[in-house]
């Protein structure tokens, strides 16, 4: 069965520039969700968009965007990037209509230098 | 607001042995339950989910149910392997997993041969 896919895997960037991170959710889902994980600790939801409007906000920077596109793609756009950015951001997919269970990609590690 | 208290870690046990981590949660209305298994360096996996009290969730010989007397959905496992080890991350979501989840901190889990 098909899943979440992220894109890339793996990103180096240096203090102060900008990462965009993308989502490609579940076919069918029509919610996606956006998670960080620093190291050792559990995920924290930062933002969630439903039929590509954004739906609930949590700890998110203002430093960082996002958006959820007419194919139901979803990008993280991060600006300004810090040391503590670093970490491990997932996006999970739901079809939130049948039963909302949420499917998490593979994440993309993120290492600020 | 929703919080999620996981059993400290780390847990180290020999394979067969009888796995226990106990899982509390604090919500507002009826959450829905979910434990996700995180192996290493990989991202979360669905392990189970329970959506209602009383409900129980299996899978890989896995199980848990949803105890609303307690507010506890702990994992059980009646015989582990070296395969099992990972985090495990007991989570909830509002109104039947249409929205973000809270996840606990996560329990590491070692299995010795």
């Known amino acids: 069965a098909a899943g979440v896919i992220q894109s890339p895997r793996h990103l180096i960037k240096e203090k102060r520039e900008t990462a965009t991170l993308k989502c490609y959710p579940i076919?069918?889902?029509?919610?996606v969700y956006w998670y960080q994980q620093g190291p050792g600790q559990d995920p924290q939801f930062l933002i969630s968009?439903?039929?590509?409007?954004?739906?609930d906000k949590g700890s998110i920077p203002d430093r960082f965007s996002a958006q959820q596109f007419s194919d139901y793609h979803s990008e993280l756009n991060m600006s300004s990037l810090e040391l503590g950015d670093s970490a491990l951001y997932f996006c999970?997919?739901?079809?939130?209509?049948?039963?909302?269970?949420?499917?998490f990609g593979p994440g993309t590690r993120l290492l600020v230098l | 607001g929703n919080s999620v208290t996981q059993m400290e870690g780390p847990v180290t046990l020999s394979e067969e042995a009888f796995l226990t981590i106990n899982c509390t949660y604090t919500?507002?209305?009826?959450?829905?339950l979910f434990w996700y298994v995180q192996y290493p360096g990989e991202g979360l996996q669905l392990l189970l989910k329970?959506?209602?009290?009383?409900d129980k969730g299996s899978n890989k010989g896995f199980e848990a149910t949803y105890r609303k007397e307690t507010t506890s959905f702990h994992l059980e496992k009646g015989s582990v392997q070296v395969s099992d080890s990972a985090v495990y991350f007991c989570?909830?979501?509002?109104?039947?997993?249409?929205?973000?989840?809270?996840f606990g901190q996560g329990t590491r889990l070692t299995i010795n041969p």
């Open positions: 999970a997919s739901s079809l939130v209509l049948r039963e909302g269970t949420q499917y």
């Open positions: 076919p069918r889902h029509d919610t």
């Open positions: 968009f439903y039929e590509k409007m954004q739906s």
């Open positions: 919500a507002t209305g009826y959450p829905s």
């Open positions: 329970a959506t209602k009290a009383d």
């Open positions: 989570a909830l979501s509002d109104i039947r997993g249409a929205q973000k989840l809270v």
